[in-house]
């Protein structure tokens, strides 16, 4: 009769969701029940809610009984609107499904009933087949009322309540939550109904798996509970938890606990570190988006692989404070690290990621000191690209791809010009980074530029030519304190005369005799008669210069081996720059090989190659056209007070100098 019974129901909800439109399948392959494989993340689509399988027909109608079939297959039954109204039909409904039925999932969507009437639902579903429940969006009508219910001879596995909204604001909580916490099942969700508190169960519950997501639960929960010996994954993201150390002491009687999610809440140290007293078995322990500081290591489960502490406070990592051995992942993404931390404490240390901080110049010993690190993930924070991060940038070609997310995510934050250059196009010379380098290459270069001036001056007698251009300086200077009158100098002579004492013959009876007499006489500037006596040769041969309107040079072997002509020469080449005027007239007395003129002759070399000059000729018959283009080169008047003195001043400098000057 019993299966007779169960035909009869199947044949009228076929007939009656084909006249709804509703289309019935059976599918074939079986929902796979609750394993131990929960997730890691601690985000909310992660979180293990009630299984179920869905065959996509979502087609909606509605029936007699005013509820909406969402999904009707052979395993799962999906339905909503299910009120004070149709509640009773649908409890007689499912009494029919047995522990011989093949349902096994069951939603229940958009609930609105009394408390009573939603227990002896639960009740009726607990003794059927059904192995995982759902309820979605459940608002509790009447008063909570203490209900005996009985736990026994069932077949559920996992119950998941989300937004469950309690209208009863006066009840007593062992009415409500003692249903909860002594439920014999494997997997348990209660999700955003604000519920602010949970009891301990009375004996050893069987429970493996906790969700509280988005509750308001505090401290207070299950200190002092000894009866979830089994849980192995517990979630308590986006709750109100405060003290870190109350959390470790929650878990410590949990010997079976391996993944806890504490995310997303209001922790931080409160400086009761040392009383820290986790289970050993935690594993992995989430305590992203907190408050955390550094302090955090000092409170924390020694046995943990995987430690999330990313979005938090943390500045640092310190050392000694805390041995996690077993730690295989950290993550410390989106905190305050200036740089990577060691390894002391982390020896078992494989993944690390430090995305999201401010490190500018990370430790390019890192991977030293962290030799079993395989992944590191460093990027999205503001490098500044100097020589100190060159190391780093090396690093990253040696590491064999550790680094995850190079190069996109590896960008140059500082300085400004360098701003948004990915780090490996970022290039700086060993020279610009190295001290010592740059500090040997500047000491060899100076000893060279030190070198090469030190020859240079030698090479071209430098010091020669700054002692003449002192004296010159010197020379003037004088003039001008003494002679404030004289100040602006007037020519005297047509002429200078430069010439090596070993050349006297030819300017004694050749040039004078011919430049000085005769009509258009030349006034001549001649050492032996015109320096005047008391005064240095140098002054001498400066004011002779400067009162000349021409300079002649008598140019010979014995010319450039005197080095009194040099200075001659020196001062007439610095008037012809500093009074830019074509004072000076070359005459070519005798051939000067190239090999014979010293090398700091280099201007007369330059004015005999840039210049017309003279050439005394060997034959009779082309003098007289020399003295004429000579003639032609010094043409020029001088004022008449000079030129009518010119026979007294001759005399006096004559008279004047008793020992000629030797050139």
Request: negative net charge.
């Amino acid at each position: 009769m019993r299966d007779l019974q169960n035909f009869f129901v199947y044949e009228c909800l076929f007939v009656l969701t084909f006249w709804n439109n509703i289309s019935l399948s059976v599918e074939d392959e079986l929902f796979t029940p609750v394993s131990n494989n929960f997730p890691e993340g601690g985000s909310e689509k992660n979180i293990m809610s009630l299984p179920l399988l869905y065959n996509h027909h979502h087609q909606r109608s509605k029936a007699d009984y005013n509820w909406v079939v969402i999904e009707n297959t052979t395993e799962s039954l999906s339905l909503s609107q299910i009120t004070n109204s149709n509640v009773k039909k649908l409890i007689t409904l499912l009494s029919d499904f047995g522990k011989g039925s093949r349902l096994q999932n069951l939603t229940l969507t958009n609930v609105s009933v009394d408390w009573n009437i939603f227990l002896e639902l639960l009740q009726t579903i607990w003794q059927s087949s059904i192995e995982y429940f759902n309820i979605n969006n459940f608002t509790q009508l009447s008063n909570i009322e203490k209900y005996n219910f009985r736990y026994s001879g069932t077949s559920m596995k996992a119950l998941a309540l989300k937004n469950i909204l309690v209208t009863d604001l006066y009840f007593s909580q062992d009415d409500l939550y003692r249903i909860l916490a002594d439920m014999n099942i494997e997997a348990l969700t209660v999700a955003g109904s604000e519920m602010i508190h949970m009891l301990c169960p009375s004996s050893n519950s069987p429970l493996r798996y906790l969700n509280f997501i988005n509750n308001d639960l505090t401290d207070l929960l299950f200190q002092n509970c000894d009866t979830l010996i089994q849980l192995e994954i517990f979630i308590l993201q986006k709750n109100k938890f405060e003290s870190l150390s109350k959390v470790s002491s929650m878990t410590r009687y949990m010997k079976s606990l391996s993944y806890l999610d504490m995310s997303s809440n209001l922790l931080r140290t409160d400086g009761a570190e040392e009383h820290c007293q986790w289970t050993e078995s935690l594993k992995e322990l989430d305590l992203s988006s907190n408050q955390l500081t550094e302090s955090v290591f000092g409170c924390l489960p020694v046995n943990v692989n995987k430690l999330d502490l990313h979005n938090n406070q943390i500045s640092s990592v310190p050392q000694g404070i805390a041995e996690l051995k077993s730690l295989k992942e950290l993550n410390l993404a989106s905190n305050r690290l200036a740089d990577l931390p060691g390894c002391g404490g982390f020896s078992a240390l494989e993944i690390l990621n430090m995305e999201m901080n401010s490190i500018l110049t990370p430790s390019a010993d890192f991977f030293e000191s962290c030799q079993r690190v395989r992944e590191l993930e460093a990027g999205h924070n503001p490098f500044k690209c100097s020589c100190e991060l060159q190391a780093f940038v090396r690093l990253e070609r040696q590491s064999g791809g550790k680094l995850s997310g190079w190069p996109e995510a590896y960008v140059c934050e500082y300085p400004e010009d360098l701003k948004g250059t990915q780090l490996k196009d970022f290039h700086l010379t060993e020279l610009a980074c190295n001290a010592t380098l740059l500090l040997v290459t500047a000491l060899l270069l100076t000893l060279v530029l030190v070198g090469v001036v030190a020859f240079l001056c030698i090479y071209l007698d430098v010091p020669w030519y700054v002692r003449m251009l002192w004296q010159w300086t010197q020379t003037k200077r004088r003039a001008w304190h003494e002679c404030p009158e004289e100040r602006e100098t007037v020519l005297q002579f047509h002429a200078f005369i430069s010439y090596s004492e070993r050349d006297s013959v030819w300017v004694k009876t050749e040039l004078i005799p011919n430049l000085e007499k005769g009509e258009g006489s030349v006034q001549l500037c001649q050492h032996e008669r015109n320096f005047v006596p008391g005064k240095s040769i140098v002054e001498n041969i400066i004011n002779c210069i400067d009162k000349s309107y021409k300079s002649i040079f008598v140019l010979s072997p014995n010319f450039v081996q005197s080095e009194w002509c040099h200075y001659e020469l020196y001062f007439a080449h610095h008037k012809l720059f500093s009074e830019n005027c074509n004072s000076l007239i070359l005459i070519l007395l005798e051939p000067i090989p190239q090999y014979i003129i010293p090398a700091r002759y280099h201007k007369l070399k330059a004015l005999m190659a840039k210049r017309t000059y003279l050439e005394w000729p060997k034959e009779r018959s082309k003098r007289a056209l020399f003295w004429a283009n000579l003639r032609a080169a010094i043409n020029v008047n001088l004022p008449m007070s000079f030129e009518g003195n010119e026979e007294e001043n001759d005399v006096t400098f004559t008279d004047s100098i008793t020992q000629p000057l030797i050139k």
